[in-house]
């Protein structure tokens, strides 16, 4: 049977931004992963928090999350 033709997530996107109720984009900074004991406390605790993506790049990411904006 064949799907039916439509929109879709780009599911890679979906894991890795969300959509916050305002129609910012939140990501994880990359680095938190190990190697931790060279980076400095303030790094550290930086890289906890979730940031706001810029508007260029976050343009891209709502094309390819179409339901989510």
Known sequence: MRRPKGIKTRKAVA????????????????GRRHLLQGKSPKR????RKAAILGPTDAYRITQNLPFSH
Request: proline share 0%; net charge positive; aromatic share 10%.
């Open 15 to 30: 894991k890795r931004f969300k959509i916050t109720g305002t129609g910012k984009v939140l990501f994880r900074g990359a």
């Open 44 to 47: 550290r605790r930086s890289l």
